[in-house]
């Protein structure tokens, strides 16, 4: 029977230095997820506004702007192969 927990270890049986490989991504994703709007937004701002004369963004519609591209660009990982 084929699982959706099959490529995860229990927390319990990882070594710690599987425990620090898996903290640093953590932080990395958390950081990335915080870093990239402020990137886009800073971006948006200066091209958008200069080139194509559109309007300015916030923080919150860079957010939301980074969250809409990445459900319509992602593609699922396939773990079992």
């Not at 994703?29 to 937004?41: C, D, E, G, N």
Request: aromatic residues 12%; positive net charge.
């Amino acid at each position: 029977m084929s699982s959706i927990y099959n490529g995860y270890k229990n927390p319990a049986n990882l070594s710690e230095e599987e425990k620090n490989q898996q903290a640093l991504r953590g932080l990395g994703a958390l950081i990335t997820f915080f870093v990239k709007p402020v990137i886009v937004r800073w971006l948006w701002n200066w091209l958008g506004i200069t080139a194509l004369g559109l309007s300015s963004l916030t923080y919150l519609q860079a957010l939301a702007l980074c969250w809409l591209i990445s459900l319509l660009f992602s593609t699922q990982k396939d773990e079992s192969k």
